[in-house]
Structure formats: structure tokens, C-alpha cells
């Protein structure tokens, strides 16, 4: 893999399982260094396109280069490029952190001359150091997610996948564990990690929103976040929220509304309706308003508005 | 194949053999109590049978013939019947599994002619054990045979060979003790070696299913071949330690004579070993559970080598059909092997049909268990 190639080439990928399209067509390039968020709720396929890019699960359709290495043709070639680490926790916790990471090692077959300091490394940025003969078994959650990020990437793989690695993981442990995906992209590597946690997006160079299998939307969270509205997000408090929202939906001048927690969030086009029209026509209905102001849109406003649009193009050009 | 990743896989397996009660359990304990249980447990030899005599002569000759049973040792009087209805009572309510009459005129004849008949009632429900019991009842005749014939020589002022009548002897070979455990207990050791071995390795793949460390594996660049080398390593060396330990038992436990080759064995126990784990990883491969990957490797193991492997019932007595079944039964080839090098000490050469079958099987297992694991999810 040279410089110029793209790290992961993926064309049209599609897998079904019987009747089930899991992943339906996503078409994606991701360049050498750039961190990558799979976005999107549970079942959207996001682990199957993982699963599909090393080479675990054969492509129904369209194909997929990894470090310039078909993963369909050549997976084992594609395997000697990529660390991974499973969306189940996949270590041995019979085995102690030591064990477990010699295993690895002997597996990537580390040189016997790096092996001491490429183990020293991984317990150190696990957080480990002092438990290296614990079991497994017995640590706590976020330990065992630092500690397989120390086993995939034991052998300096250029291309890391990681399915939900922070997936169960208390907001600590999940913030350093991200401190730790940033220290390896500024070494070089090319990180493709998914979540269902929408503020984690906001780490990633680029984010792939991903719903049903497809992929609506891929750019930086500035671009999603400012062009993918298409208007200004107002947030209101009021009461009742239902029938808020079906009075809301249908005035003119609004784009589109949810609710948002005990608030709603309403879309209105560029120009069109103000703070004070809103609340008019909230009020004639007979609904108390509290607060209303507009705000910036989170990637989850972003990601509910598309799904919402269902876009007859996905925005893989994005 | 790479000897590095070989060796991780060999070492972590080990590790978590010896960390896991259940492996463990099945590689130290399970030879130990089946050992126990098949040495011990089944004999087919049977001793004491009991016996009613019903003797319408009541004379001291006849008193002779039937002491001469009781002292062969493998009769034990039960009655002496007063008739010959009494002999279906006694039958019917299992006081006796044999019954001996001796004719009114035993004496007469045997003096008159040399020859006499003694009758014999065997109760067949049990088939097995008439046959022996009617194998010992003509011993205990032809010792008898041997005693009168002398008599009636030296009344007559024959030589005894000039009688003629003499009788075929039952003979027997190899187990001139006529100790049943000698033929059995090489055969137990193959059939717990069988069961064993499968069930180790049974748990090695479905462990990485069900604990989800699968997936991991299977992302790495680790080929199948080194997967399965890896695997089968430490279960090698403890299948190896079982079997010394089985033969061994064999040998000073059960004083089985061997007269064989210790290099031979050695040669034939590892083939023998690697087809049963081999055997076992291909199930383990198949079945993604544990359990249900082990019951598999009990039932399809258990049966097969109890019934089919010759190491209690003959296979040259069985139809020709069975016979062909037979034939994929791998434990029957190693059965065979170690009876020769127990009982008979055959040589190598000897042993070539037997060991081209155990290599043959050793060949297609291992190449079928090999082909089977995929590196994939679908």
C-alpha cells in the first residue's frame, strides 16, 4: 500500500441473509490516517460492513479493497493489514493480560526482538500496568476494551477496525478510550470505528450515517451538521408534546419536527417562520409554551431529519 | 504452517485446559474411572457355574464323574436332583444354569465297552454363558475321558493310545489361562483412548464459539492448518498420558502379558491417539456447542467402538454387511494392533493390515478435519 492509495475502497457493498438485505450498496473511500464513524442505531449494519471489510462475511454483491487487497479474493492478505476488535468482547478471560496479549503477539508473529516492548506498550496503554497477571475475567469493562485495542494492534496493523468498542463502557473509560483511537490516527493509521453513541461522532475526521442497511450521509460533523438541515432548528418546551407536534408539522414554513425529550425540536425553512410565529401558532392551539430558541443542531437532529427525508440518492457523495 | 503461531495457539490451549475443571476432569479422571469400570466390570469369564446333578446310578464311579466336574472349578454343585421332573423345577427357578444326568448304567457300559454318555442340560436364555459353561462341562469330560480310558486300558492289558476313542481337547491359544481379561483388557484400553480423545478435543473449536473468541481468532492471518496443529498439541501429549497410563495398568495392574515391542506401541498408541483427536475436532468444528458437541463425540464414539470394534464381540462372526460398517470403525484397527502386541508379540509385519487401516483412517479424519473450519461467519 502506498502512500496514495486509499486505505479501504468499498463499491457497492451489499450482503443479504435470506431475505434480509443487512447491508444494501454502500459506497465509501477512506483515505490513509482518517478516523471514520460508522453512525447509526443497532441493526443498521454496521457490523456486517465490518465483518464484510475483514473478511469474515463473503459480499452478496459490489466488492471491497482493504489496504489495496480484495477482501472477497484475498482475505488473508487483508488480515495481515488490520486489527479488529469484535463488537463482543473476544478476549480469553481465562487467560491473564499477559497471556492473552503473548498470544496475539505469537498469532501476528511480532518479532521476538519487539515483542517485550510492543507488550510493555499495550499494558501501558491499556492502563494496565500492575494487573498484567490478572485474569481477564475480572476486569472491569473498560479495561477490557483498552486491553483488546492493545491485542489488535500488537502487530502495528496501518488499518483498524473497531465495531463498538465503546459499546457498555461508562462515559470515562469511553472518552479515554477515544484519547487512545486520536494517538493512533496521528501515528498514521486509518481507524473505521462504529457507535451508536451520537456524541462519539463527533471525534471522527468523517462520519458515515448509516440506517437500514444503507448509507444516507457521509461527510465531516461541520458539513452534516450545517448543510443537512436545510433550515433553522428551533428548540421548543411545551405541553402537550403530541399534540404539538401534529399542530406544528402542519404550519407552513416548517421543514420538519420531533420530540426531542420533553421538548420539540422543529426545522423552519430559512427565512421563513420566527420564534414568535411558532409560538403563535402553538398557542392558538391551546398549548402552553415555555422556552423556544434556536439552536444548533446535534449529529442526532442531523440523523433523525435525513432518516426522516429518506433521500432516493444516499449521500455517498457527500 | 508457521511454528511460531503453532506454538501460541499449542500454549494457550494448554493454558486453559489446565484452568478448566471440566477438560481436566476428562483427561485425567474419565481414563481412570472407565479403566475401573471396564477392567473390573466386564469379565466374560465365568466361574462356579452352578450345577444340579441328577445321578441314577448312585455308585461310586458315578460320584467320581461328578466330583471330577466340581474340582475343575468351574462348576459348583447347587442340588443333587431325586428325579427327572425335579430337573425342569430346578431349571425354572434358576437354581442351575447346567444340569448333569448320569445314565443308570454308566458304569456297565464304560466298563463293557469303554464308552459311556453323560448327559448334559444347558440353560440357554443366557447364550453366552452356555457356551462357555458347555466349553468348561467338555473339559471337565474329556479330563474325565482321559482318567477312564487308563483304567480300561490297564483292565483290558491295552496301552491307553490303543483305546482310540480319544476326543478333540478343546486347546486354547494365546490365553492359556483361559483369563478372558487378557483378550478384554487391551481392547478396554482402546476404547477408552477412543472416547477420550474425542471428547478433549470436542470442546477445542465450540469453546471459541460460545465464549465469542472466535470471531477474534478468525480475523487474524492464522491459517486453518495452524489452527488445527496448534489445537491438537497439548491434547497429543495428554492423550499420550492417558495411554501410558492405561497400558501401564494393563500390564502391572491387570498383569496382561506383553510380549510385544515397546517401540511399536509407541508408534501405533500416537497414530492411534491422532485419529481419535482428529476425530473429535471435526465434530468440535460441525458443532458450535459445547455440550452438545460433546454428546455428539460420547454417542458417535461409544457405541461404534463398544459394538464394532471387536473388543468383545468377534467381528468375524458378524454378517457381512456389519462387517463392511465395521470397517470405518478406526478403534477395531488398534484393538487388533494391541492384542497382537499383547497377547501374540506380533512384529510390525505382522501387524501391516491393521496399521495401513489406522493410517488410512489417520489420513482421511485428519484431512476432512483440516477442510472443514472456514475463517468465515457465513
Same mark, same amino acid.
Given at each position: 500500500?502506498?502512500?496514495?492509495?486509499?486505505?479501504?475502497?468499498?463499491?457497492?457493498?451489499?450482503?443479504?441473509?435470506?431475505?434480509?438485505?443487512?447491508?444494501?450498496?454502500?459506497?465509501?473511500?477512506?483515505?490513509?490516517?482518517?478516523?471514520?464513524?460508522?453512525?447509526?442505531?443497532?441493526?443498521?449494519?454496521?457490523?456486517?460492513?465490518?465483518?464484510?471489510?475483514?473478511?469474515?462475511?463473503?459480499?452478496?454483491?459490489?466488492?471491497?479493497?482493504?489496504?489495496?487487497?480484495?477482501?472477497?479474493?484475498?482475505?488473508? =492478505?487483508?488480515?495481515?493489514?488490520?486489527?479488529?476488535?469484535?463488537?463482543?468482547?473476544?478476549?480469553?478471560?481465562?487467560?491473564?493480560?499477559?497471556?492473552?496479549?503473548?498470544?496475539?503477539?505469537?498469532?501476528?508473529?511480532?518479532?521476538?526482538?519487539?515483542?517485550?516492548?510492543?507488550?510493555?506498550?499495550?499494558?501501558?496503554?491499556?492502563?494496565?500496568?500492575?494487573?498484567?497477571?490478572?485474569?481477564?475475567?475480572?476486569?472491569?469493562?473498560?479495561?477490557?476494551?483498552?486491553?483488546?485495542?492493545?491485542?489488535?494492534?500488537?502487530?502495528?496493523?496501518?488499518?483498524?477496525?473497531?465495531?463498538?468498542?465503546?459499546?457498555?463502557?461508562?462515559?470515562?473509560?469511553?472518552?479515554?478510550?477515544?484519547?487512545?483511537?486520536?494517538?493512533?490516527?496521528?501515528?498514521?493509521?486509518?481507524?473505521?470505528?462504529?457507535?451508536?453513541?451520537?456524541?462519539?461522532?463527533?471525534?471522527?475526521?468523517?462520519?458515515?450515517?448509516?440506517?437500514?442497511?444503507?448509507?444516507?450521509?457521509?461527510?465531516?460533523?461541520?458539513?452534516?451538521?450545517?448543510?443537512?438541515?436545510?433550515?433553522?432548528?428551533?428548540?421548543?418546551?411545551?405541553?402537550?408534546?403530541?399534540?404539538?407536534?401534529?399542530?406544528?408539522?402542519?404550519?407552513?414554513?416548517?421543514?420538519?419536527?420531533?420530540?426531542?425529550?420533553?421538548?420539540?425540536?422543529?426545522?423552519?425553512?430559512?427565512?421563513?417562520?420566527?420564534?414568535?410565529?411558532?409560538?403563535?401558532?402553538?398557542?392558538?392551539?391551546?398549548?402552553?409554551?415555555?422556552?423556544?430558541?434556536?439552536?444548533?443542531?446535534?449529529?442526532?437532529?442531523?440523523?433523525?431529519?435525513?432518516?426522516?427525508? =429518506?433521500?432516493?440518492?444516499?449521500?455517498?457523495?457527500? | 504452517? +508457521?511454528?511460531?503461531?503453532? *506454538?501460541?495457539?499449542?500454549?494457550?490451549?494448554?493454558?486453559?485446559? %489446565?484452568?478448566?475443571?471440566?477438560?481436566?476432569?476428562?483427561?485425567?479422571?474419565?481414563?481412570?474411572?472407565?479403566?475401573?469400570?471396564?477392567?473390573?466390570?466386564?469379565?466374560?469369564?465365568? !466361574?462356579?457355574?452352578?450345577?444340579?446333578?441328577?445321578?441314577?446310578?448312585?455308585?461310586?464311579?458315578?460320584?467320581?464323574?461328578?466330583?471330577?466336574?466340581?474340582?475343575?472349578? %468351574?462348576?459348583?454343585?447347587?442340588?443333587?436332583?431325586? +428325579?427327572?421332573?425335579?430337573?425342569?423345577?430346578?431349571?425354572?427357578?434358576?437354581?442351575?444354569?447346567?444340569?448333569?444326568?448320569?445314565?443308570?448304567?454308566?458304569?456297565?457300559?464304560?466298563?463293557?465297552?469303554?464308552?459311556?454318555?453323560?448327559? #448334559?442340560?444347558?440353560?440357554?436364555?443366557?447364550?453366552?454363558?452356555?457356551?462357555?459353561?458347555?466349553?468348561?462341562?467338555?473339559?471337565?469330560?474329556?479330563?474325565?475321558?482321559?482318567?477312564?480310558?487308563? !483304567?480300561?486300558?490297564?483292565?483290558?492289558?491295552?496301552?491307553?493310545?490303543?483305546?482310540?476313542?480319544?476326543?478333540?481337547?478343546?486347546?486354547?491359544?494365546?490365553?492359556?489361562?483361559?483369563?478372558?481379561?487378557?483378550?478384554?483388557?487391551?481392547?478396554?484400553?482402546?476404547?477408552?483412548?477412543?472416547?477420550?480423545?474425542?471428547?478433549?478435543?470436542?470442546?477445542?473449536?465450540?469453546?471459541?464459539?460460545?465464549? #465469542?473468541?472466535?470471531?477474534?481468532?478468525?480475523?487474524?492471518?492464522?491459517?486453518?492448518?495452524?489452527?488445527?496443529?496448534? !489445537?491438537?498439541?497439548?491434547?497429543?501429549?495428554?492423550?499420550?498420558?492417558?495411554?501410558?497410563?492405561?497400558? #501401564?495398568?494393563?500390564?502391572?495392574?491387570? !498383569?496382561?502379558?506383553?510380549?510385544?515391542?515397546?517401540?511399536?506401541?509407541?508408534?501405533?498408541?500416537?497414530?492411534?491417539?491422532?485419529?481419535?483427536?482428529?476425530?473429535?475436532?471435526?465434530?468440535?468444528? *460441525?458443532?458450535?456447542?459445547?455440550?452438545?458437541?460433546?454428546?455428539?463425540?460420547?454417542?458417535?464414539?461409544?457405541?461404534?467402538?463398544?459394538?464394532?470394534?471387536?473388543?468383545?464381540?468377534?467381528?468375524?462372526?458378524?454378517?457381512?454387511?456389519?462387517?463392511?460398517?465395521?470397517?470405518?470403525?478406526?478403534? *477395531?484397527?488398534?484393538?487388533?494392533?494391541?492384542?497382537?502386541?499383547?497377547?501374540?508379540?506380533? #512384529?510390525?509385519?505382522?501387524?501391516?493390515?491393521?496399521?495401513?487401516?489406522?493410517?488410512?483412517?489417520?489420513?482421511?479424519?485428519? %484431512?476432512?478435519?483440516?477442510?472443514?473450519?472456514?475463517?468465515?461467519?457465513?
Amino acid at each position: 500500500m502506498n502512500s496514495s492509495t486509499p486505505a479501504v475502497v468499498v463499491d457497492r457493498l451489499t450482503k443479504t441473509f435470506d431475505d434480509f438485505t443487512a447491508v444494501d450498496g454502500i459506497t465509501l473511500t477512506i483515505g490513509q490516517g482518517e478516523v471514520v464513524g460508522f453512525i447509526g442505531p443497532n441493526g443498521a449494519g454496521k457490523s456486517t460492513t465490518l465483518r464484510m471489510l475483514c473478511g469474515l462475511l463473503t459480499p452478496t454483491a459490489g466488492r471491497a479493497t482493504v489496504a489495496g487487497y480484495d477482501v472477497a479474493r484475498e482475505p488473508e =492478505k487483508v488480515r495481515q493489514n488490520i486489527g479488529y476488535m469484535s463488537q463482543k468482547f473476544s478476549l480469553y478471560g481465562d487467560l491473564t493480560v499477559r497471556e492473552n496479549l503473548r498470544f496475539f503477539a505469537g498469532i501476528y508473529r511480532v518479532r521476538r526482538e519487539d515483542l517485550a516492548s510492543r507488550m510493555e506498550f499495550a499494558i501501558r496503554m491499556a492502563g494496565l500496568e500492575g494487573r498484567e497477571d490478572v485474569q481477564v475475567t475480572t476486569l472491569a469493562g473498560g479495561w477490557k476494551q483498552r486491553l483488546a485495542l492493545g491485542c489488535a494492534i500488537l502487530h502495528r496493523p496501518p488499518i483498524l477496525f473497531l465495531d463498538e468498542p465503546t459499546s457498555g463502557v461508562e462515559p470515562e473509560a469511553r472518552r479515554r478510550f477515544w484519547d487512545l483511537i486520536h494517538e493512533l490516527a496521528a501515528d498514521g493509521v486509518t481507524i473505521l470505528v462504529s457507535t451508536h453513541y451520537m456524541d462519539e461522532a463527533e471525534y471522527c475526521n468523517r462520519i458515515a450515517l448509516i440506517n437500514q442497511g444503507r448509507l444516507i450521509a457521509l461527510g465531516t460533523p461541520r458539513a452534516l451538521k450545517g448543510s443537512r438541515l436545510g433550515g433553522q432548528l428551533v428548540e421548543i418546551a411545551c405541553a402537550p408534546l403530541g399534540r404539538a407536534l401534529a399542530r406544528i408539522s402542519a404550519a407552513a414554513g416548517v421543514l420538519d419536527a420531533a420530540i426531542f425529550g420533553d421538548r420539540l425540536h422543529v426545522v423552519v425553512s430559512e427565512g421563513g417562520l420566527d420564534l414568535g410565529g411558532l409560538r403563535q401558532i402553538l398557542a392558538d392551539g391551546g398549548i402552553q409554551v415555555g422556552e423556544a430558541r434556536a439552536v444548533s443542531p446535534s449529529l442526532e437532529d442531523v440523523f433523525v431529519r435525513i432518516v426522516a427525508r =429518506k433521500p432516493d440518492v444516499p449521500g455517498a457523495a457527500a | 504452517m +508457521n511454528g511460531r503461531r503453532v *506454538r501460541a495457539i499449542a500454549v494457550k490451549e494448554a493454558l486453559q485446559v %489446565w484452568r478448566d475443571p471440566r477438560s481436566l476432569a476428562v483427561a485425567l479422571l474419565m481414563p481412570f474411572m472407565q479403566l475401573v469400570l471396564l477392567g473390573y466390570g466386564v469379565s466374560l469369564d465365568i !466361574k462356579h457355574v452352578p450345577l444340579c446333578v441328577y445321578d441314577q446310578e448312585m455308585s461310586q464311579q458315578s460320584r467320581a464323574v461328578v466330583d471330577g466336574f466340581v474340582s475343575s472349578g %468351574w462348576f459348583r454343585l447347587a442340588r443333587a436332583l431325586p +428325579n427327572e421332573a425335579a430337573i425342569r423345577t430346578a431349571m425354572n427357578r434358576d437354581q442351575c444354569s447346567a444340569v448333569l444326568v448320569i445314565p443308570a448304567d454308566f458304569s456297565r457300559r464304560l466298563a463293557m465297552t469303554g464308552r459311556a454318555t453323560l448327559q #448334559g442340560i444347558f440353560d440357554a436364555t443366557d447364550v453366552n454363558t452356555t457356551n462357555i459353561a458347555m466349553g468348561y462341562a467338555a473339559g471337565a469330560t474329556a479330563q474325565l475321558q482321559s482318567t477312564f480310558e487308563a !483304567k480300561y486300558a490297564a483292565a483290558h492289558g491295552l496301552t491307553p493310545s490303543a483305546v482310540g476313542s480319544v476326543d478333540l481337547e478343546p486347546s486354547t491359544w494365546f490365553n492359556e489361562t483361559l483369563d478372558s481379561r487378557n483378550f478384554i483388557i487391551p481392547g478396554v484400553v482402546a476404547v477408552i483412548l477412543a472416547l477420550v480423545g474425542a471428547q478433549l478435543t470436542s470442546l477445542t473449536i465450540s469453546r471459541e464459539w460460545e465464549r #465469542g473468541t472466535m470471531e477474534q481468532l478468525i480475523s487474524t492471518p492464522v491459517t486453518t492448518l495452524e489452527l488445527m496443529a496448534g !489445537k491438537l498439541t497439548p491434547y497429543f501429549v495428554i492423550g499420550l498420558a492417558d495411554a501410558a497410563f492405561c497400558l #501401564g495398568a494393563a500390564i502391572f495392574w491387570f !498383569k496382561v502379558p506383553f510380549r510385544g515391542d515397546v517401540s511399536t506401541l509407541f508408534v501405533t498408541t500416537a497414530l492411534f491417539i491422532l485419529v481419535v483427536l482428529g476425530f473429535g475436532y471435526l465434530i468440535s468444528v *460441525r458443532v458450535r456447542s459445547q455440550l452438545g458437541a460433546s454428546q455428539i463425540a460420547l454417542l458417535v464414539t461409544l457405541l461404534p467402538t463398544t459394538l464394532l470394534s471387536g473388543y468383545t464381540f468377534p467381528l468375524d462372526q458378524m454378517p457381512a454387511p456389519i462387517r463392511a460398517i465395521s470397517l470405518v470403525v478406526y478403534a *477395531r484397527y488398534y484393538v487388533s494392533i494391541l492384542r497382537g502386541l499383547f497377547l501374540k508379540g506380533s #512384529g510390525l509385519a505382522d501387524l501391516a493390515a491393521p496399521l495401513a487401516g489406522l493410517c488410512v483412517s489417520a489420513l482421511i479424519i485428519l %484431512w476432512l478435519a483440516a477442510r472443514a473450519f472456514h475463517k468465515r461467519l457465513d
